[in-house]
């Protein structure tokens, strides 16, 4: 959607957010961090900064959104989306985070599945 906005305007974060919202509220819920700290511009403690690359990570890989539209949404740059992704992707080498992020990604697919069965 061209909404003929700058990319930075308050309309387009909005657009962009909104498509990460029930990514964001999942981990929100399953990580224990209000939503406010996870869009919070400050980086935050580590456990709040994992949530957000965490909820990055899904927004990239399961909703398939560009690294500069997840960027927009959580109020950073496509090239900390970028090192977040990365950040994750190195976790997932440890088998239980792996089956987390997994059961997570299971959640949002079935999630999406649903929203597209229900627009039919």
Not at 11 to 36: F, M, W
Not at 84 to 100: Q, T
């Amino acid at each position: 959607m061209n909404t003929g906005c700058h990319p930075l305007s308050p309309l387009n974060t909005l657009t962009r957010r909104s498509a990460c919202d029930d990514v964001i509220a999942l981990v929100a819920r399953e990580k224990r961090v209000p939503i406010r700290l996870i869009i919070h511009k400050s980086r935050c403690r580590p456990p709040t900064a994992r949530a957000r690359q965490l909820a990055m990570y899904l927004s990239h890989v399961v909703l398939g959104r560009s690294l500069t539209e997840i960027g927009g949404a959580f109020g950073r740059d496509r090239t900390t989306v970028s090192y977040a992704c990365a950040v994750i992707e190195d976790m997932r080498d440890d088998p239980a985070f792996d089956e987390e992020v997994s059961a997570l990604e299971r959640r949002l697919e079935a999630a999406q599945a649903e929203g597209v069965a229900d627009a039919h």
